[in-house]
């Protein structure tokens, strides 16, 4: 039977026009997968009974088939970064009832997107780092809670920092905040207490190798635009040249905690120019693989004290709301100096993270 055309509808097994190609008209939760991994627009051929008879390219079994193979063969945190995002960014699909018309699926963008890239720094917008965590300790003395460590959040239940931060006094782990101190900046941050602080068992404090650590919290996290998980790093190698640090750390070296949300744009060095700025620093072994150097040859920008255990980050370059944990800021000399500060690969601790999170 030929195709029709005009105002006549196609109907399921009917061929049509998908993209530039070849299609056939099926059943929409069918071909959904590959419409959503295409990420184009839906051409409606008929209805049915149930839904709407979409266009799907011709050889759309085939096609499922390999995008199911490639689904499958990701690690469980990058699947885990696929389902928090779907959360982050939910599709609504805008329609005619005509059939042929192009339907526009409108993924709701519940982020707040900075494209601009504290010592030299700025302050972050609110929820523009809505995986930002703030570890909190028991003052004993005033019996105040202090936030003296960053973390991250990478599933409903866990934060990622530095083994350094790990503490008989950590207490709480706050997300969502945008300033510590202040309850009129517009952040409607969460306290979650902490169940469980877990170190990496290979962590060594004197050289800070191996620093990275995962603090379970007492009581799910509720997704939503201002709290959701940051997606993993999947490589120990960090292609990306520039790196975004996040933290509520010391304005200045040896200064007060900045309170409010910083962020600044650090440059990867060479392991060989980190290993040269630290060769006197007495670390057996020097820096090894799995840290990581991220700096400002000029200095004035560089994570301080305070961000210990907060992220390096990078922004995806298809969705400006996804960002990838890349490192843990472990250690550097001084804030704000032309050293390159130390950061923790997370690509290189995979494998122990998801036992952990996901096993």
């Known amino acids: 039977r030929g195709r029709r055309s005009g105002i006549f509808p196609e109907h399921e097994g009917e061929p049509c026009r998908f993209q530039k190609g070849p ?31 979409v266009c799907c390219p011709q050889d759309y079994q085939s096609q499922l088939k390999t995008l199911a193979a490639e689904q499958q063969s990701l690690t469980i945190s990058a699947k885990k970064c696929i389902e928090y995002m779907r959360l982050a ?16 699926q ?50 409903e239940r866990y934060v990622l920092t530095a083994a350094h931060c790990r503490n008989a006094d950590a207490v709480v782990v706050r997300l969502g905040d945008l300033d510590l101190d202040s309850d009129v900046d517009g952040a409607n941050p969460r306290d979650f207490q902490i169940e469980e602080f877990i170190k990496h068992p290979q962590y060594m404090s004197r050289s800070k190798y191996n620093d990275i650590a995962l603090v379970r919290l007492a009581a799910p996290v509720q997704i939503n635009n201002r709290i959701r998980p940051a997606c993993l790093y999947q490589s120990a190698e960090i292609q990306q040249q520039k790196l975004i640090a996040t933290g509520y750390g010391a304005m200045e070296n040896f200064g007060s905690n900045a309170n409010t949300l910083m962020k600044v744009v650090l440059e990867q060095y060479s392991q060989e120019a980190c290993t040269a700025a630290y060769k006197n620093e007495g670390r057996f072994g020097g820096i090894i ?62 494998g122990w993270i998801e036992q952990i999170v996901w096993g």
Request: charged residues 20%; hydrophobic residues 30%; aromatic residues 8%.
């Open 23 to 53: 299609g056939v008209c099926i059943g929409y939760s069918t071909c959904r997968p590959l419409l959503e991994a295409l990420n184009g627009r839906i051409t409606i051929c008929s209805y049915n009974s149930r839904e709407a008879v």
């Open 89 to 104: 960014t939910p599709t609504t699909i805008f329609s005619s009832l005509k059939p042929n018309a192009e339907v526009v």
């Open 106 to 155: 409108k993924k709701s963008k519940l982020c707040s997107i900075d494209n601009n890239l504290i010592v030299g720094g700025e302050a972050a917008k609110l929820n523009e780092f809505p995986h930002m965590g703030a570890i909190g300790y028991r003052n004993n003395d005033t019996g105040r809670v202090e936030f003296r460590c960053g973390a991250t959040l990478i599933s």
């Open 289 to 350: 693989d799995s840290q990581f150097c991220a700096g400002y040859e000029d200095g004035g920008r560089d994570t301080c004290q305070g961000d210990s255990g907060g992220p390096l980050q990078v922004r995806d370059e298809q969705d400006s709301c996804r960002f990838y944990v890349a490192a843990i800021t472990s250690f550097g000399k001084f804030c704000g100096t032309s050293t390159p500060g130390i950061y923790t690969r997370v690509g290189a601790y995979l």
